[in-house]
Nanobody, 124 residues
């Protein structure tokens, strides 16, 4: 079992930056690909970014390319999402998820473990 805990979400003004963290406990994330998803009120959960188990491969939804960066520190069992140039449309609950596999996936159903989420609110 892998327990995931997200942190770093808060209220920020448009144009600002945040760094979200996803910390694992129970076991390391070494053999897991990790993704970040978000869900705004009344909308489906949306893929944001993912990183392979090695950290060498990443993938982003088009709307965040050039603004968000996903990274991982396997030694500390933590995955980060650096979010720059935030926009009101980025407002959502952000979830991290881990899948027992080496490669990136963009579909929530392909992930095995989920955190409880952290709220990001971007004011205009």
């Amino acid at each position: 079992q892998v327990q995931l805990v997200e942190s770093g979400g808060r209220l920020v003004q448009a144009g600002g930056s945040l760094r979200l963290s996803c910390a694992a406990s129970g076991r390391t994330l070494y053999n897991y690909a990790v993704g970040w998803f978000r869900q705004a009120p009344g909308k489906e959960r949306e893929f944001v970014a993912a990183i392979s188990w090695s950290g060498y491969s990443t993938n982003y939804v088009d709307s965040v390319k050039g603004r968000f960066t996903i990274s991982r520190d396997n030694a500390k069992t933590t995955v980060y999402l650096q979010m720059n140039s935030l926009e009101p449309e980025d407002t959502a609950v952000y979830y991290c998820a881990a899948r027992d596999g080496y490669t990136i996936r963009r579909t929530p159903l392909e992930y095995d473990y989920w955190g409880q989420g952290t709220q990001v609110t971007v004011s205009s």
